[in-house]
T-cell receptor, first 114, second 117 residues
Framework: AQTVTQSQPEMSVQEAETVTLSCTYDTSESDYYLFWYKQPPSRQMILVIRQEAYKQQNATENRFSVNFQKAAKSFSLKISDSQLGDAAMYFCAYRSNGDDKIIFGKGTRLHILP | GAVVSQHPSWVICKSGTSVKIECRSLDFQATTMFWYRQFPKQSLMLMATSNEGSKATYEQGVEKDKFLINHASLTLSTLTVTSAHPEDSSFYIC?????????????FGDGTRLSIL
């Protein structure tokens, strides 16, 4: 069975600094998708970034980028120039290409210090 | 704009009441929708997979008779919490994916906060 592990329950970063959230996963499949979702206090689930496993290039969305290491089954999220609005719960997630079901990690709560 | 609409966003009701939550895909068809439950400060826990035109698939430990799911059309799934009790109080979220392509991301509703008195 696939699993997603986020080893950092909470993290803090100074505003304007850079922070990296860790995520590892376990799967025996080769074709899958990885995601980072943000859940602010409003509890809305917002897709931050996604990565197709077959793509070697790391995905980037403005200030958000990932470090995808397929062999190591690692998928970290880097947030550059952190802003107060980035404060939220961040979930790493996995989906097999052959399945609609998403498997979530336990989340990392990110605090932004002014 | 939101592509998955979930209603109501917040409901408070007495113990023993049944509560229905709707999840609609607004601009795409979804043969499959998902229902999650989220306890405070925890991750999303998948309750069941809602399949259009057939029975829902429930995750282990989720009571089928307590959480009734109906997926009558390609754009609507409903979750009914039957005879709700205080322990059913939680945050419920639905999600759906456009079936057109494997690369399509899941879209989430804004969630329903259920409080049983």
């Amino acid at each position: 069975a696939q699993t997603v592990t986020q080893s950092q329950p909470e993290m803090s970063v100074q505003e304007a600094e850079t922070v990296t959230l860790s995520c590892t996963y376990d799967t025996s499949e080769s074709d899958y998708y990885l995601f980072w979702y943000k859940q602010p206090p409003s509890r809305q689930m917002i897709l931050v970034i996604r990565q197709e496993a077959y793509k070697q290039q790391n995905a980037t969305e403005n200030r958000f980028s990932v470090n995808f290491q397929k062999a190591a089954k690692s998928f970290s999220l880097k947030i550059s120039d952190s802003q107060l609005g980035d404060a939220a719960m961040y979930f790493c997630a996995y989906r097999s290409n052959g399945d609609d079901k998403i498997i979530f990690g336990k989340g990392t709560r990110l605090h932004i210090l002014p | 704009g939101a592509v998955v609409s979930q209603h109501p966003s917040w409901v408070i009701c007495k113990s023993g009441t049944s509560v229905k939550i709707e999840c609609r895909s607004l601009d795409f068809q979804a043969t499959t929708m998902f229902w999650y439950r989220q306890f405070p400060k925890q991750s999303l826990m998948l309750m069941a997979t809602s399949n259009e035109g057939s029975k829902a698939t429930y995750e282990q430990g989720v009571e089928k008779d307590k959480f009734l799911i109906n997926h009558a059309s390609l754009t609507l799934s409903t979750l009914t919490v039957t005879s709700a009790h205080p322990e059913d109080s939680s945050f419920y979220i639905c999600s759906a994916r456009d079936a057109k392509g494997a690369a399509q991301p899941q879209h989430f509703g804004d969630g329903t906060r259920l409080s049983i008195l």
